[in-house]
Protein backbone atom coordinates (compact mmCIF):
# COMPACT_ATOMS: atom_id res chain seq x y z
CA UNK A 1 0.00 0.00 0.00
CA UNK A 2 1.13 3.74 -1.22
CA UNK A 3 1.83 5.26 1.77
CA UNK A 4 1.75 9.58 0.09
CA UNK A 5 3.16 12.43 1.01
CA UNK A 6 1.05 15.85 -0.85
CA UNK A 7 2.79 18.84 -1.02
CA UNK A 8 0.12 21.72 -1.65
CA UNK A 9 0.95 25.27 -2.76
CA UNK A 10 -0.83 26.97 0.27
CA UNK A 11 -3.36 26.74 2.48
CA UNK A 12 -6.63 27.66 0.38
CA UNK A 13 -5.88 24.04 -1.26
CA UNK A 14 -5.22 22.33 1.53
CA UNK A 15 -9.04 23.34 3.24
CA UNK A 16 -10.50 21.70 -0.20
CA UNK A 17 -7.84 18.91 0.06
CA UNK A 18 -8.91 17.67 3.42
CA UNK A 19 -12.22 17.10 2.04
CA UNK A 20 -11.51 15.72 -0.93
CA UNK A 21 -10.94 12.06 0.77
CA UNK A 22 -7.61 11.71 -0.73
CA UNK A 23 -5.41 9.39 1.55
CA UNK A 24 -1.95 10.49 2.33
CA UNK A 25 -0.17 13.41 4.29
CA UNK A 26 -0.36 16.77 3.92
CA UNK A 27 2.57 19.61 3.72
CA UNK A 28 1.99 23.15 2.72
CA UNK A 29 4.14 25.19 0.86
CA UNK A 30 3.45 28.85 2.75
CA UNK A 31 5.73 30.74 0.28
CA UNK A 32 6.09 33.66 -2.18
CA UNK A 33 9.14 33.24 -3.67
CA UNK A 34 8.15 35.24 -6.47
CA UNK A 35 8.67 38.27 -4.34
CA UNK A 36 11.92 39.51 -2.32
CA UNK A 37 15.69 38.58 -2.06
CA UNK A 38 16.39 35.12 -3.15
CA UNK A 39 19.32 32.54 -2.62
CA UNK A 40 20.12 29.54 -5.32
CA UNK A 41 20.62 26.89 -2.05
CA UNK A 42 16.88 26.30 -0.92
CA UNK A 43 16.47 25.51 2.21
CA UNK A 44 19.92 26.51 3.51
CA UNK A 45 20.80 28.79 6.50
CA UNK A 46 21.66 31.49 3.97
CA UNK A 47 17.94 30.95 1.94
CA UNK A 48 15.73 31.02 4.89
CA UNK A 49 17.95 34.08 6.29
CA UNK A 50 16.75 36.32 3.10
CA UNK A 51 13.05 35.07 3.30
CA UNK A 52 12.29 35.94 7.12
CA UNK A 53 14.68 39.14 6.84
CA UNK A 54 12.29 39.93 3.42
CA UNK A 55 8.85 38.94 5.67
CA UNK A 56 9.84 40.71 8.53
CA UNK A 57 10.98 44.29 6.69
CA UNK A 58 8.50 44.52 3.71
CA UNK A 59 5.15 42.93 5.41
CA UNK A 60 5.88 42.65 9.00
CA UNK A 61 5.78 39.45 10.07
CA UNK A 62 7.58 38.22 12.90
CA UNK A 63 10.58 35.72 12.58
CA UNK A 64 9.20 33.67 15.24
CA UNK A 65 5.90 33.61 12.76
CA UNK A 66 7.58 33.02 9.73
CA UNK A 67 9.35 30.00 11.27
CA UNK A 68 6.08 28.69 12.68
CA UNK A 69 3.46 29.12 9.64
CA UNK A 70 6.80 28.52 6.93
CA UNK A 71 10.12 27.39 7.96
CA UNK A 72 8.62 24.35 10.69
CA UNK A 73 6.03 23.14 7.94
CA UNK A 74 8.47 22.69 4.84
CA UNK A 75 11.34 21.28 6.96
CA UNK A 76 9.36 18.26 6.88
CA UNK A 77 10.85 17.90 2.91
CA UNK A 78 14.00 17.06 4.32
CA UNK A 79 13.53 13.28 5.33
CA UNK A 80 10.82 11.61 3.30
CA UNK A 81 11.88 8.13 4.09
CA UNK A 82 8.67 6.51 5.12
CA UNK A 83 6.86 7.87 1.86
CA UNK A 84 6.81 6.05 -1.54
CA UNK A 85 4.94 8.58 -3.31
CA UNK A 86 5.38 12.44 -3.33
CA UNK A 87 2.71 14.43 -4.89
CA UNK A 88 3.27 18.18 -5.54
CA UNK A 89 -0.15 20.30 -6.34
CA UNK A 90 0.81 23.60 -7.97
CA UNK A 91 -0.93 25.88 -10.52
CA UNK A 92 -0.10 27.34 -14.07
CA UNK A 93 0.56 30.92 -13.13
CA UNK A 94 3.65 32.81 -11.51
CA UNK A 95 3.49 32.52 -8.27
CA UNK A 96 2.73 29.42 -8.18
CA UNK A 97 5.55 28.17 -10.77
CA UNK A 98 8.39 30.14 -8.90
CA UNK A 99 7.53 28.01 -5.99
CA UNK A 100 7.57 24.67 -7.54
CA UNK A 101 10.67 25.32 -9.28
CA UNK A 102 12.12 25.90 -5.78
CA UNK A 103 10.49 22.51 -4.43
CA UNK A 104 11.63 20.39 -6.91
CA UNK A 105 15.28 21.82 -6.19
CA UNK A 106 14.64 21.32 -2.57
CA UNK A 107 13.23 17.73 -3.19
CA UNK A 108 16.28 16.85 -5.31
CA UNK A 109 18.95 17.83 -1.99
CA UNK A 110 17.01 14.84 -0.45
CA UNK A 111 15.85 12.56 -3.40
CA UNK A 112 15.50 9.17 -2.90
CA UNK A 113 15.40 6.25 -5.83
CA UNK A 114 12.47 4.36 -4.08
CA UNK A 115 10.14 7.34 -4.20
CA UNK A 116 8.41 8.12 -6.82
CA UNK A 117 7.63 11.47 -7.65
CA UNK A 118 4.38 13.00 -9.08
CA UNK A 119 2.85 16.32 -10.57
CA UNK A 120 -0.91 17.69 -10.31
CA UNK A 121 -0.79 21.43 -12.59
CA UNK A 122 -3.72 23.01 -13.04
CA UNK A 123 -4.48 25.43 -15.88
CA UNK A 124 -5.82 24.42 -19.48
CA UNK A 125 -8.59 22.11 -19.20
CA UNK A 126 -10.46 20.87 -22.04
CA UNK A 127 -13.69 21.96 -22.16
CA UNK A 128 -13.20 24.77 -19.74
CA UNK A 129 -12.68 28.65 -21.76
CA UNK A 130 -10.04 29.62 -18.40
CA UNK A 131 -7.05 28.77 -17.17
CA UNK A 132 -8.13 26.47 -13.89
CA UNK A 133 -6.87 26.51 -10.53
CA UNK A 134 -7.16 24.17 -8.20
CA UNK A 135 -9.83 26.25 -6.46
CA UNK A 136 -11.79 25.37 -9.77
CA UNK A 137 -12.23 21.57 -9.14
CA UNK A 138 -14.96 19.61 -6.86
CA UNK A 139 -14.44 17.62 -4.50
CA UNK A 140 -14.83 14.33 -7.01
CA UNK A 141 -12.86 16.47 -9.55
CA UNK A 142 -9.63 16.46 -7.21
CA UNK A 143 -10.11 12.32 -7.31
CA UNK A 144 -9.51 12.59 -10.77
CA UNK A 145 -6.67 15.39 -10.93
CA UNK A 146 -5.21 12.71 -8.98
CA UNK A 147 -5.47 9.76 -10.93
CA UNK A 148 -4.02 11.62 -13.56
CA UNK A 149 -0.79 12.81 -11.90
CA UNK A 150 2.68 13.45 -13.96
CA UNK A 151 5.24 11.15 -12.74
CA UNK A 152 9.02 13.36 -12.60
CA UNK A 153 11.67 11.75 -12.64
CA UNK A 154 15.33 13.13 -11.50
CA UNK A 155 15.96 14.47 -14.70
CA UNK A 156 12.75 16.61 -14.52
CA UNK A 157 13.69 17.83 -11.06
CA UNK A 158 17.37 19.08 -12.70
CA UNK A 159 15.93 20.72 -15.28
CA UNK A 160 13.64 22.42 -12.99
CA UNK A 161 16.81 23.15 -10.71
CA UNK A 162 18.39 24.70 -13.37
CA UNK A 163 15.34 26.90 -14.38
CA UNK A 164 15.23 28.08 -10.99
CA UNK A 165 18.94 29.07 -10.83
CA UNK A 166 18.15 31.30 -13.68
CA UNK A 167 15.40 32.87 -12.08
CA UNK A 168 17.50 34.07 -8.98
CA UNK A 169 20.30 34.96 -11.08
CA UNK A 170 17.47 37.31 -12.60
CA UNK A 171 19.81 37.96 -16.00
CA UNK A 172 17.31 39.17 -18.49
CA UNK A 173 19.27 38.09 -21.59
CA UNK A 174 19.66 34.60 -20.14
CA UNK A 175 15.93 34.03 -19.24
CA UNK A 176 15.01 35.08 -22.42
CA UNK A 177 17.58 32.74 -24.65
CA UNK A 178 16.81 29.39 -22.75
CA UNK A 179 13.66 27.11 -23.39
CA UNK A 180 11.87 26.63 -20.44
CA UNK A 181 9.80 24.15 -22.93
CA UNK A 182 12.63 21.79 -22.84
CA UNK A 183 10.86 19.59 -20.41
CA UNK A 184 7.24 18.93 -21.47
CA UNK A 185 6.32 17.79 -17.77
CA UNK A 186 6.24 21.84 -16.93
CA UNK A 187 4.27 23.34 -19.65
CA UNK A 188 3.26 26.40 -17.83
CA UNK A 189 7.32 27.41 -17.52
CA UNK A 190 7.71 29.56 -20.39
CA UNK A 191 4.87 31.12 -20.45
CA UNK A 192 5.44 32.45 -16.66
CA UNK A 193 8.96 33.88 -17.76
CA UNK A 194 7.80 35.80 -20.30
CA UNK A 195 5.18 37.20 -17.79
CA UNK A 196 8.44 37.50 -15.40
CA UNK A 197 10.39 39.67 -17.96
CA UNK A 198 7.71 41.88 -18.10
CA UNK A 199 8.56 42.93 -14.32
CA UNK A 200 12.03 43.75 -15.64
CA UNK A 201 12.03 48.14 -16.21
CA UNK A 202 10.75 49.26 -19.38
CA UNK A 203 11.52 52.40 -21.00
CA UNK A 204 10.35 54.83 -18.30
CA UNK A 205 12.46 52.61 -15.46
CA UNK A 206 9.20 51.04 -14.26
CA UNK A 207 7.48 47.61 -15.15
CA UNK A 208 5.00 46.61 -16.56
CA UNK A 209 2.74 46.50 -13.22
CA UNK A 210 3.92 49.90 -12.03
CA UNK A 211 2.92 51.19 -15.34
CA UNK A 212 -0.14 49.66 -14.89
CA UNK A 213 -0.61 51.35 -11.19
CA UNK A 214 -0.19 54.56 -13.01
CA UNK A 215 -2.13 53.99 -15.18
CA UNK A 216 -5.62 53.33 -12.71
CA UNK A 217 -4.59 56.19 -10.28
CA UNK A 218 -4.66 58.39 -13.42
CA UNK A 219 -8.01 57.15 -14.66
CA UNK A 220 -9.50 58.34 -11.49
CA UNK A 221 -9.43 55.19 -8.98
CA UNK A 222 -8.16 56.95 -5.95
CA UNK A 223 -9.02 54.16 -2.92
CA UNK A 224 -6.25 51.61 -2.49
CA UNK A 225 -8.78 48.40 -1.97
CA UNK A 226 -10.49 49.51 -5.45
CA UNK A 227 -6.94 50.27 -7.42
CA UNK A 228 -5.91 46.58 -5.74
CA UNK A 229 -9.52 45.11 -7.32
CA UNK A 230 -8.78 46.90 -10.49
CA UNK A 231 -4.93 45.45 -10.60
CA UNK A 232 -7.12 41.85 -9.86
CA UNK A 233 -9.39 41.92 -12.50
CA UNK A 234 -6.25 43.24 -14.96
CA UNK A 235 -4.34 39.95 -13.91
CA UNK A 236 -7.38 37.81 -14.56
CA UNK A 237 -8.16 39.44 -18.56
CA UNK A 238 -4.13 39.52 -19.52
CA UNK A 239 -1.58 38.00 -17.04
CA UNK A 240 -0.81 35.25 -15.41
CA UNK A 241 1.03 36.49 -12.39
CA UNK A 242 -1.16 35.00 -9.99
CA UNK A 243 -0.85 37.07 -7.40
CA UNK A 244 -3.15 37.97 -4.56
CA UNK A 245 -4.20 41.32 -2.68
CA UNK A 246 -0.68 41.32 -0.42
CA UNK A 247 1.54 41.39 -3.28
CA UNK A 248 -0.30 44.11 -4.89
CA UNK A 249 -0.07 46.58 -1.73
CA UNK A 250 3.76 45.96 -2.32
CA UNK A 251 3.74 46.87 -5.43
CA UNK A 252 1.62 49.89 -4.66
CA UNK A 253 4.15 50.81 -1.14
CA UNK A 254 7.05 50.57 -3.92
CA UNK A 255 5.00 53.55 -6.15
CA UNK A 256 4.51 56.08 -3.20
CA UNK A 257 6.72 58.58 -4.88
CA UNK A 258 4.91 58.57 -7.50
CA UNK A 259 1.45 59.68 -5.20
CA UNK A 260 -0.12 61.85 -3.43
CA UNK A 261 -2.22 60.47 0.01
CA UNK A 262 -5.22 63.10 1.27
CA UNK A 263 -7.57 61.41 3.19
CA UNK A 264 -7.10 57.96 2.29
CA UNK A 265 -7.43 58.98 -1.67
CA UNK A 266 -4.66 58.53 -3.94
CA UNK A 267 -3.55 61.07 -6.91
CA UNK A 268 -0.56 61.20 -8.69
CA UNK A 269 1.92 63.78 -8.30
CA UNK A 270 4.03 65.46 -10.92
CA UNK A 271 6.48 63.25 -11.01
CA UNK A 272 3.58 60.25 -11.60
CA UNK A 273 1.90 62.65 -14.34
CA UNK A 274 5.20 62.70 -16.36
CA UNK A 275 5.23 59.04 -16.55
CA UNK A 276 1.75 58.15 -17.91
CA UNK A 277 2.24 61.08 -20.27
Not at 20 to 38: D, F, N, P, Y
Not at 80 to 103: G, K, P
Request: with cysteine; net charge positive.
Amino acid sequence: MNKTLHILNGDSTAIIFSKAKIQGTTIVWREMLCEGSLHKDVGSDEFWKKRYTFFEEEIGVTRLEYYDNTIKELIKIEDISNYNEVVLWFEYDLFCQINLMALCTYLLKHFRKNINYYLVCTGHEKGRPNLQTLSDYSLEEYQTLYKEKIKLSRNNLLFAEQSWQLYVENNKEALKEFDFDHCSKFKYLQQVMQQHLQRFPKKNGLNQIENKILEIINSGISNRNAIVKELLLWQKRETVYGFGDLQYLLYLKKQRNYYLVKDELITLNSKGKELVK
